[in-house]
């Protein structure tokens, strides 16, 4: 593992326990998501203007339903879809036909970090009904 996935790792490991919050995004006080990964983005890269869009908590919605890939794409580097590696952060539909709406960091090949409604952010194995539902994979770019 680089250090810099190292890095990315050991941050979100520091989120463990952070309540639930539906678009937030500090640390210990509560996030969702898209908030952690939110979160963690700008403890590495500082606190420029990287603003939670309007997005439902229902995964089933379908009115913002751009929102979190096209995030993905503007801040992240889209990775070639194979074996999951520390440090990358997957998006995941939660029904097939639906669009991504759910986010996670990798921490080991089959292992995650994601923020649960009612449960709060939290380390769990990747089991297949989670790999299923992976539509994309990510990393955070490279810091200069």
């Excluded at 709406?101 to 009904?129: D, L, M, Y």
């Amino acid at each position: 593992m680089s250090s810099e996935n190292s890095e990315i790792v050991s941050r979100a490991r520091e989120w463990l326990g952070t309540p639930y919050r539906h678009q937030s995004a500090t640390k210990g006080s509560g996030c969702d998501c898209l908030g952690l990964i939110v979160g963690i983005w700008r403890e590495l890269f500082g606190d420029h203007k990287f603003e939670l869009p309007p997005y439902s908590r229902n995964w089933r919605d379908q009115s913002h339903a751009a929102q979190l890939r096209a995030l993905a794409d503007r801040h992240l580097m889209l990775l070639e879809k194979a074996d999951l590696k520390s440090g990358q952060v997957v998006l995941l539909r939660m029904h097939t036909g639906l669009p991504a709406k759910h986010c996670a960091i990798v921490t080991e090949p089959n292992r995650f970090i994601h923020a649960q409604e009612r449960v709060g952010v939290v380390e769990v194995p990747i089991s297949n009904w989670w790999r299923r539902r992976i539509v994309a994979q990510f990393e955070f770019p490279e810091r200069t």
